[in-house]
């Protein structure tokens, strides 16, 4: 048996597999999975051309008195969908509504600006589960051990 370079290996006479990090295939990837994905799906199809195609960003941030950033929410819009990636609120003003003042703005711009009808996100159990579902979100899903010792839970909202 010959030996091979751990990142590549032959997985028959006619292929290689490789695991390098690699942007310009995975950008390729990324482009080839879109294509299969809108050929098999009506509803991936119908959103080609239209402004819910891509995903666009959506920050909110809260500044201090002194132009500090005291808490960020970051996410993006996509398909009638806004995920929230981060949310967070600096330890000093933590209570103060800023989180939920945060979300609140995302959920009216998702909701009236781009057409959004529904909110996603993760967060993990020592983070803020019980302040989402203070919100109005569901828990969805629930993977424990991500990563080992922890819950990672994904919770949704309907916007109205």
Not at 21 to 48: H, I, Q, W, Y
Not at 53 to 78: F, K, M, Q, S
């Amino acid at each position: 048996m010959q030996n091979w370079p751990s990142d590549a290996f032959m997985v028959s006479r006619m292929f290689r597999m490789e695991t390098e990090v690699d942007k310009e295939r995975r950008d390729l990837l990324r482009t080839r999975l879109r294509e299969t994905n809108t050929a098999s799906s009506p509803v991936l199809r119908a959103l080609r051309g239209t402004p819910g195609e891509r995903e666009h960003p959506l920050h909110v941030w809260i500044l201090d008195e002194a132009d500090r950033l005291a808490g960020g929410l970051v996410g993006h819009t996509w398909a009638t969908w806004l995920h929230v990636t981060y949310l967070w609120v600096d330890d000093r003003h933590r209570g103060a509504g800023l989180g939920s003042g945060m979300l609140a703005q995302a959920e009216r711009t998702a909701r009236r600006e781009r057409g959004c009808a529904a909110v996603r996100l993760e967060t993990w159990d020592f983070q803020a589960p019980r302040f989402y579902q203070k919100q109005g979100y569901e828990v969805v899903c629930v993977i424990p051990d991500y990563p080992p010792g922890i819950t990672e839970y994904t919770l949704t909202k309907r916007l109205s």
